[in-house]
């Protein structure tokens, strides 16, 4: 299992170009709709009408943002698409409040929401003793994901996009996220 | 995927097909029709199987499948793909040759029941599922009617819930573990990423006199995934009304030969905590003789048949929105004889379920008597889409590249003989919450308010809506309402993808009609659920019905209203709803 905390360590160039912006739909609204075959591999065709052999297992295209579609980038590694859509929620739903420094919310102050190392240090204290923010491999053990999830935390009027609360859907990326692409994966079995 | 396309889509799309169909199979070649594709449509979608899933197919976790695909207007292939491989997983062979399902964990496995069962009732867990004590199919009466199915040779069909190791570990997680425990669950819990379940069909399949036990040759089973399953002792009763009923006799069961005629292979990806709905049937379809079976108009389904073409068009056809249920399509289905279809039956006679209290039933033999009475099911929509009976080009593509790849590297496997109907998801999964229907009806935010939710998770953005909007001419609702009837889950009004009028012939048999439970969703939803595993609110609603679990995510599965169903409904448990005429049962 591959860690992504560069994803997040390398924050500061990324909130730039994601920071506060909309997930997915507002980014290809009015372009027109392309609809990119998937790579089927490499196909011998004999030619004579029947049926064509696969002889390779294709590239299956993971878009990278899936608001972007095939006018993204792609990637070969699920995680990797997960772990940037974490970032992307991690930007668009909690930096507003939990990354701006000493102007940051929380008791106690919680200022790190981008930076992964001091996400997963259990030395870092949060509302909940005992509970750090994000546990890799368990989502119901972590913070960040409990208030999420339960839905406790406050909408605010700062940027538009942080007065709704993220839809289930994206709770579920989140989950995936702190479950099975932080390095440890979720127990199975 | 049908969407039309704008001028300028078109040019793009044209630009790319030039250079994407140097690389890519020409769909072309497996359409056995005479009639040549659209020239706008030369950008079929081109869905790609793996050869790494064939023979020892990877879990979905461990072959980098588990991710969020793209929504509309991008290619639907992921979510195919991922119905594929959830049932090459399930049904791949282990080394006794059993298909992975036998040894899955099923309903009796995950919950503790209040009368414990027999120390020795269950089979270690990771064995095959079933033994001398204990049934391991069942659940004859279909959900939706509670009516029970009956096949040419008058046996019911016996069905299966079976869930791999990550639904298992959800549970265990949540402390899901008993009936009092589901229905205390947290509204809000959702399904994570790989929980997949699966629903099976099978046939029972007799000895040959003098013969007392099935060949493991016997031609019958040549194509088929197989097994020796126990299975429910069947008898007559009286319910509580004192009219008969089929009662299932589940500690004292049988051990026969069955056959899989169908499966629904469902799994939860990042960000469809709702499920991918897929669902697969039976071909005769012969890899070693040339054949190919991509779709169902191919003509090698052999469970049940496909409603037939119109008599003077010669055009397959939807049910048609004045005669939504074939009432007076009188055209014979076939003149064949099918498992679940009798030959000569016409449209409207077909799909209907016999009446429980009439049945004639033999115990000693276990099977119905009564030719009259055995089902004859034919597929009412032909692609399961409720504006096209074209299939979607990546279904069909991805049925002929995984052909290809069985056909190249083991064409004798029997999983080759299983082909994907259609799947269903959430197009829209920004809408997925608790108590919500998932119809594209009255009840959907979208049709409510289509002028409404600028940051939908999905492509689909206002634009594309307040295009069809703009057009005016009557309300907004009503138009969403065309759209839909235009472009089906296709249409930006949707929220829902995919095959919206897909039901398994074998499983769904008797509700496929669009007044009933048409599609998945129509009862696989976040709403109460009933005893007969439909909602108890909403516009399909049972609001007469037994109440089993109030509004939670994880309805979705009914692997949660079955242990209700089985532990908390006895009458001392079963209480008047004041006001109402339904009931809620609750679990001491």
């Known amino acids: 299992m591959k860690q992504y905390a560069h994803l997040v360590l390398l924050g500061v160039p990324l909130v730039a170009s994601c920071m506060l912006q909309p997930l997915n739909s507002e980014a290809t609204a009015g372009s027109p709709p392309v609809i990119a075959p998937i790579d089927p591999g490499n196909v011998e065709d004999p030619g004579d009408g029947t049926t064509p052999i696969l002889t390779q297992t294709p590239v299956?295209?993971?878009?990278?943002?899936?608001?972007?579609?095939?006018?993204?980038?792609?990637?070969?590694?699920?995680?990797?698409q997960t772990s940037l859509q974490a970032s992307m929620f991690l930007n668009r739903y909690c930096a507003a409040c939990h990354a701006v420094g000493d102007m940051s919310s929380g008791v106690p102050k919680f200022k790190d929401v981008l930076d992964l190392s001091a996400l997963t240090d259990p030395t870092n204290q949060t509302d909940m003793?005992?509970?750090?923010?994000?546990?890799?491999?368990?989502?119901?053990?972590?913070?960040?994901?409990?208030?999420?999830?339960e839905g406790t935390m406050p909408k605010i009027n700062i940027v538009p996009e942080v007065t709704t609360h993220p839809s289930v859907s994206e709770i579920s990326v989140l989950e995936e996220w702190i479950a099975n692409c932080l390095g440890v994966s979720r127990p199975h079995g | 995927m049908h969407r039309r396309l704008s001028p300028s889509g078109r040019l793009t799309i044209a630009a790319l097909s030039f250079v994407g169909l140097a690389s890519c199979t020409d769909p072309s070649t497996i359409d056995t029709t005479p009639h040549p594709p659209d020239p706008i449509d030369h950008n079929l979608e081109d869905c790609a199987a793996s050869a790494e899933w064939i023979p020892d197919t990877p879990e979905m976790k461990d072959s980098n499948a588990l991710f969020l695909p793209a929504p509309h207007p991008s290619t639907e292939c992921p979510f195919y793909r991922s119905a594929w491989q959830t049932f090459l997983v399930g049904t791949k062979p282990d080394a006794q040759g059993e298909p992975a399902i036998k040894s899955f964990a099923v309903i009796d496995d995950l919950f503790k029941k209040y009368t414990p069962l027999a120390p020795d009732a269950l089979a270690p867990p990771g064995t095959p599922r079933g033994t001398s004590k204990r049934a391991w199919l069942g659940d004859i009466k279909q959900?939706?009617?509670?009516?029970?199915?009956?096949?040419?040779?008058?046996?019911?069909?016996?069905?299966?819930?079976?869930?791999?190791?990550?639904f298992v570990d959800f549970v265990k997680l949540h402390g899901l573990d008993s009936a009092k425990a589901v229905q205390d669950a947290n509204p809000n819990l959702f399904f994570t990423a790989g929980v997949a379940e699966y629903k099976t069909a099978w046939q029972e399949i007799d000895p040959i006199p003098p013969a007392t036990d099935v060949a493991p040759n016997d031609e019958r089973l040549a194509t088929f995934i197989s097994t020796k399953a126990w299975v429910p002792t069947l008898s007559q009763g009286k319910d509580a009304f004192g009219n008969n009923t089929i009662l299932e006799d589940r500690d004292h069961p049988r051990l026969i030969t069955v056959r899989l005629l169908a499966i629904h292979s469902v799994i939860a990806l990042p960000g469809h905590p709702e499920f991918i709905w897929g669902s697969m049937e039976h071909t005769n379809a012969d890899?070693?003789?040339?054949?190919?079976?991509?779709?169902?108009?191919?003509?090698?389904?052999?469970?049940?048949?496909?409603?037939?073409?119109?008599?003077?068009?010669?055009?397959l056809v939807n049910p048609t929105k004045d005669d939504a249920n074939n009432a007076r399509n009188t055209t014979i289905v076939s003149d064949l004889n099918f498992p679940l279809y009798h030959a000569g039956t016409p449209a409207n006679v077909g799909n209907k379920p016999p009446v429980e209290k009439d049945l004639v039933f033999d115990p000693a033999?276990?099977?119905f008597t009564d030719p009259t009475q055995y089902s004859s099911i034919y597929r009412m929509f032909p692609a399961s889409k409720s504006n096209t009976v074209d299939p979607d080009d990546a279904v069909t593509t991805l049925n002929h590249n995984v052909e290809a790849i069985f056909k190249d590297k083991a064409p004798m496997d029997k999983r080759s003989h299983y082909r994907l109907v259609g799947a269903q998801w959430m197009d829209k999964p920004f809408f997925f919450d608790t108590n919500r229907a998932l119809l594209n009806d009255e009840s959907s935010p979208l049709l409510q308010n289509p002028d409404k939710y600028p940051q939908l998770n999905q492509a689909d953005g206002p634009e594309s809506r307040n295009a069809v909007l703009s057009a005016g001419g009557d309300t907004p609702f009503n138009l969403g309402i065309a759209d839909i009837a235009a472009n089906g889950s296709d249409s930006a009004f949707s929220m829902l993808a995919g095959e919206d009028r897909m039901s398994s012939t074998a499983m769904e048999s008797?509700?496929?009609?669009?007044?009933?439970?048409?599609?998945?969703?129509?009862?696989?939803?976040?709403?109460a659920v009933t005893a007969k595993g439909v909602p108890f609110d909403?516009?399909?609603?049972?609001?007469?019905?037994?109440?089993?679990?109030?509004?939670?995510?994880?309805?979705?599965?009914?692997?949660?209203?079955?242990?209700?169903?089985?532990?908390?409904t006895a009458p001392e448990n079963i209480k008047l709803i004041p006001g109402t005429q339904g009931h809620i049962a609750t679990c001491p």
């Open chain 2, 287 to 315: 890899l070693t003789k040339g054949e190919t079976d991509g779709r169902a108009a191919d003509g090698h389904r052999d469970i049940a048949p496909v409603v037939p073409e119109d008599p003077v068009t010669g055009e």
């Open chain 2, 538 to 568: 909403g516009p399909i609603g049972d609001p007469e019905g037994t109440r089993l679990l109030e509004p939670k995510r994880i309805n979705v599965s009914h692997v949660f209203s079955e242990i209700i169903l089985e532990e908390c």
């Open chain 1, 129 to 149: 003793p005992g509970v750090p923010f994000i546990m890799p491999g368990y989502p119901e053990k972590s913070r960040v994901f409990q208030r999420v999830s």
């Open chain 2, 365 to 367: 033999t276990q099977r």
């Open chain 1, 60 to 80: 299956i295209q993971i878009f990278t943002d899936p608001g972007v579609g095939p006018e993204g980038d792609t990637t070969t590694d699920a995680c990797k």
């Open chain 2, 510 to 527: 008797f509700t496929q009609d669009p007044a009933s439970f048409f599609n998945c969703f129509s009862c696989h939803n976040t709403l």
């Open chain 2, 143 to 166: 959900a939706g009617g509670r009516q029970i199915l009956i096949d040419q040779n008058g046996h019911t069909l016996y069905y299966g819930i079976h869930v791999n190791q990550t």
